[in-house]
């Protein structure tokens, strides 16, 4: 089992800068493959950013260039900087851990980009 804990999510403006954290507790972090997805209000939950156990890091094409995904494998933790947000990044942005079968989800962190 492995229990996720997101914190960091807020209220910025269009421009502004965030740093989503994940905490994860209950199993051996280093071997997950880690994953930031979003949801916004009406729409499917969807991949933001995934990084693997070896470091090899994945993007959407909204996201390219502006987030970057990293982890800390010493501290069991995943971070998602976000860097030029835009309103249309507003959603509650969740922390995935995957290994083989095992798939876990945090319970999310809200996101609003508004002047």
């Known amino acids: 089992q492995v229990q996720l804990v997101e914190s960091g999510g807020g209220l910025v403006q269009p421009g502004d800068t965030l740093r989503l954290s994940c905490a994860a507790s209950?199993?051996?972090?280093?071997?997950?493959?880690m994953g930031w997805y979003r949801q916004a209000p009406g729409k499917q939950r969807e991949l933001v950013a995934r990084?693997?156990?070896?470091?090899?890091?994945y993007y959407s094409d909204s996201v390219k260039g502006r987030f970057t995904i990293s982890r800390d494998n010493a501290k069991n933790t995943v971070y998602l900087r976000m860097d030029s947000l835009k309103p249309d990044d507003t959603a509650v942005y969740y922390c995935?851990?995957?290994?083989?079968?095992?798939?876990?989800w945090g319970q999310g962190t809200q996101v609003t980009v508004s002047s």
């Open positions: 995935n851990a995957n290994y083989a079968l095992s798939n876990y």
């Open positions: 990084i693997f156990n070896g470091g090899t890091t």
């Open positions: 209950g199993s051996i972090f280093s071997i997950y493959t």
